[in-house]
Nanobody, 115 residues
Framework: QVQLVESGGGLVQPGGSLRLSCAAS????????MGWYRQAPGKQRELVAS???????NYADSVKGRFTISRDNVKNTVYLQMNSLKPEDTAVYYC?????????WGQGTQVTVSS
């Protein structure tokens, strides 16, 4: 079964950048669509970006033009490049399958945008 490990979060000032990584163990990673999700305190988990098995990307309106999702099927890794970060981007970020949540959730990585 695929296991997911997210990394790359941290504390950054507004306007800054971070690059998140999601390493997937297990086989057949390349056949899955993948997504980055986030959950802010007191809010439901939401999808922010997705990438299909054939590299078609989609983004939530709130991050469009600022975030870029990519994948490396050789390294079994999905990335989220986050630029022009805003305080409202503060959340725990997770990766999982897309469109269906296909795997156990990882521990996530905390992103805090604050001056």
């Amino acid at each position: 079964q695929v296991q997911l490990v997210e990394s790359g979060g941290g504390l950054v000032q507004p306007g800054g950048s971070l690059r998140l990584s999601c390493a997937a163990s297990g086989s057949h990673f390349s056949i899955y669509g993948m997504g980055w999700y986030r959950q802010a305190p007191g809010k439901q988990r939401e999808l922010v970006a997705s990438i299909t098995y054939n590299y078609i990307n989609n983004y939530a309106d709130s991050v469009k033009g600022r975030f870029t999702i990519s994948r490396d099927n050789v390294k079994n890794t999905v990335y989220l490049q986050m630029n022009s970060l805003k305080p409202e981007d503060t959340a725990v970020y997770y990766c999982n399958g897309y469109p269906g949540v296909a795997f156990p959730w990882g521990q996530g990585t905390q992103v805090t945008v604050s001056s």
